[in-house]
């Protein structure tokens, strides 16, 4: 089945460690997106990328960071920087261009909680 | 990207058509509408979009007003599983393709 794919579902971390969140599709899109949710919030864009190899920020990249090495592996990693980093993460992906619409489509995301 | 507004929260019974407005009152000739909804702790799923015409498929319709500057997403017979937050969202197709989110519509389908 063509999907996106997040793991882990369930993530806890110490403070002060990194962790990494994977985001996989086989979509064959070229643009890939993370956005992080605050319970009872709307979604919030970290970072995005729209081709392999260059990747932009988004509104709340500080603490974050993200890799594009190939066109279906977007990683997460969420540093020892990010002051408040238990959240809902939520990866995304779409093809790129201006053609009607291009649709962004979701993954199932992963809970991070901070221990 | 233009600014929405949609109520927080309605109800709907089971059955009865469900109507969401939004308000986008600064939308650009350029952007379109979105509509996508989230079921608690899933990831959002993409309903409908549309640029000025009105939209139909299999879950819903999108009636998009003449002057562009609000729409609405009909639910055309709601199910208890059509529970979810709905967010409208408008956006430029392209140009990094970023989609940004309000808070959206708390849609409670009851028997």
């Known amino acids: 089945d063509g999907g996106i794919t997040q793991s882990p579902k369930y993530l806890f971390r110490k403070e002060g460690q990194n962790v990494t969140l994977s985001c996989e599709q086989n979509l064959n899109h070229d643009a890939m997106y993370w956005y992080r949710q605050d319970p009872g919030q709307g979604l919030r864009l970290i970072y995005y990328?729209?081709?392999?190899?260059?990747?932009q920020k988004g509104d709340i990249a500080e603490g974050y960071s993200v890799s594009r090495e190939k066109k279906e592996s977007f990683p997460l990693t969420v540093t020892s920087a990010q002051k408040n980093p238990t959240a809902f993460y939520l990866c995304a992906s779409s093809l790129r261009g201006r053609s009607s619409g291009n649709t962004i489509y979701f993954g199932e995301g992963s809970w991070l909680t901070v221990v | 990207d233009a600014k929405t507004t949609q109520p927080p929260s309605m109800d709907c019974a089971e059955g009865r058509a469900a109507n969401l407005p939004c308000n986008h009152s600064?939308?650009?000739?350029?952007?379109?509408v979105y509509w996508y909804r989230q079921i608690h702790s899933q990831g959002p799923q993409y309903i409908i979009h549309?640029?000025?015409n009105n939209e139909t498929n299999e879950m819903a319709s999108l009636i998009i007003t003449e002057d562009r500057k609000s729409s609405t997403l009909i639910l055309p017979h709601a199910t208890l599983r059509d529970t979810a937050v709905y967010y409208c969202i408008v956006r430029v197709a392209g140009g990094g393709n970023k989609l940004t989110f309000g808070t959206g519509t708390q849609l409670k389908v009851e028997l």
């Open positions: 549309g640029l000025k």
């Open positions: 600064t939308i650009s000739g350029n952007e379109y």
């Open positions: 990328s729209q081709i392999v190899n260059d990747f």
